[in-house]
């Protein structure tokens, strides 16, 4: 992925502040806070590492859940008549919504 970092199944965001001089970032896809920066992309990818780590941590320190990204569901909202209209596509073809729905996204971003 462009401008993006991956450690232990986390991805972290490249940015650079040229009024601060600093890169910086967050780890993405996770509703926690894990916010990280460096001078220079050895720093930047120490401190995502260790903002990783360190919340792995202290996740276990307070028996907290981790949170991970991409779980395998997500929810999106069609409105009535797409999702109707999805719904009856699927029925036709002898598929669960579920599999429909990712059969047509596995097709359009294979590859």
Not at 16 to 42: C, W
Not at 44 to 71: H, M, N, W
Request: charged residues 30%; aromatic residues 12%; proline residues 1%.
């Amino acid at each position: 992925m462009k401008d993006m970092m991956q450690y232990k199944g986390y991805y972290g965001s490249v940015h650079y502040s040229d009024e601060d001089r600093v890169f910086y970032g967050k780890v993405e896809f996770i509703r926690a806070l894990i916010s990280y920066e460096g001078t220079n992309v050895q720093s930047l990818r120490q401190a995502f590492e260790e903002g990783v780590d360190d919340y792995l941590e202290t996740c276990k320190e307070k028996s907290i859940a981790v949170e991970r990204p991409f779980k395998g569901s997500f929810n999106v909202r069609l409105g009535a008549d797409l999702h109707r209209r999805i719904a009856l596509a699927a029925e036709r073809k002898g598929l669960t919504l579920n599999r429909y729905i990712a059969d047509i996204l596995e097709r359009e971003t294979a590859g």
